[in-house]
C-alpha cells in the first residue's frame, strides 16, 4: 500500500538535545512537507521541498533543519535552539507544488515530548 | 496572502442531528478550498474538495459548496453519526499553490 510512515509515534528527549523525526512516502510525490500542531491550534508549515536538495523556510522554521537527499525521504531535525519543541509534528506530501486542486496526503505523526 | 476562518469550538450534537462548520476565506483569486479531517491520535485525511467556484465536493454524506459571493465553503452533513467525531479542518493554499494554510480546527464530538 502506498502512503507516508513517520517513525516513531513517541519520542521523548531531554532539553538540550537535538532530535531527528523520520518522514517516508512511497507515493513517488515530489513535494513534501513539515508541520507542527499544538493543542486547539491549526497546522503551521515549518519546511517544505518541492524536488530534492531544494528546500524552503515555512512560517515557522527556526530551531529546525531539514534535508532531502532522496525523493521519498525528508528527515525533520528539532534542534536544541527551538523553545518549544513539545507537540505533534506532522509530515505530508503531495504530487507537484503548483497543481491547482492538488491535495496533500499525511502521515501519522509523530508526537515528541521535551523534558 | 490567502487565509481562512473557521467556526470555533468545541461542537457537541447528539447523533442523527444536522452538522454545519462554518467556513469562510480571503484570497487571491479563486483557490481550490479544502476540508480535512483528523481523527483522534492520527494524521490528517481529505474528506472533500472544491476546485471552482460553485463547485461541491461531497464525501461520506459530507458536502460542502464554494461560494465566491460570500467567500465561503461551509461543511455540512445532514445526519451525523458517533463515528463523525473528529476535528475537522479548512484550508487553502496560498497565490501559487505551494503550501496550504489551514483553520485552528473545530472539533465536533457526536453523543450516542
Known amino acids: 500500500d502506498g502512503g507516508i510512515t513517520q517513525s516513531p509515534k513517541y519520542l521523548f528527549r531531554k532539553e538540550g538535545q537535538n532530535v531527528t523525526l523520520s518522514c517516508e512516502q512511497n507515493?513517488?510525490?515530489?513535494?513534501m512537507y513539515w508541520y507542527r500542531q499544538d493543542p486547539g491550534q491549526g497546522l503551521r508549515l515549518i519546511y517544505y521541498?518541492?524536488?530534492?536538495?531544494?528546500?524552503q523556510k515555512g512560517d515557522i522554521a527556526e530551531g529546525y533543519s531539514v534535508s532531502r537527499e532522496k525523493k521519498e525521504s525528508f528527515p525533520l531535525t528539532v534542534t536544541s535552539a527551538q523553545k518549544n519543541p513539545t507537540a505533534f509534528y506532522l509530515c505530508?506530501?503531495?504530487?507537484?507544488?503548483?497543481?491547482?486542486?492538488?491535495?496533500?496526503?499525511f502521515g501519522p505523526g509523530t508526537r515528541l515530548t521535551v523534558t | 496572502g490567502n487565509s481562512v476562518t473557521q467556526m470555533e469550538g468545541p461542537v457537541t450534537l447528539s447523533e442523527e442531528a444536522f452538522l454545519t462548520i462554518n467556513c469562510t476565506y480571503t484570497?487571491?483569486?479563486?483557490?481550490?478550498l479544502f476540508w480535512y479531517v483528523q481523527y483522534p491520535g492520527e494524521g490528517l485525511q481529505l474528506l472533500l474538495k472544491a476546485t471552482k467556484a460553485d463547485d461541491k465536493g461531497s464525501n461520506k454524506g459530507f458536502e460542502a459548496t464554494y461560494r465566491k459571493e460570500t467567500t465561503s465553503f461551509h461543511l455540512e452533513k445532514g445526519s451525523v453519526q458517533v463515528s463523525d467525531s473528529a476535528v475537522y479542518f479548512c484550508?487553502?493554499?496560498?497565490?501559487?499553490?505551494?503550501?496550504?494554510?489551514f483553520g485552528t480546527g473545530t472539533r465536533l464530538t457526536i453523543i450516542p
Open positions: 505530508a506530501s503531495s504530487a507537484r507544488i503548483g497543481t491547482v486542486g492538488d491535495e496533500q496526503y
Open positions: 484570497a487571491t483569486g479563486y483557490p481550490s
Open positions: 484550508a487553502l493554499p496560498n497565490f501559487g499553490n505551494e503550501k496550504l494554510t
Open positions: 521541498s518541492q524536488i530534492v536538495n531544494d528546500f
Open positions: 507515493l513517488n510525490h515530489d513535494a
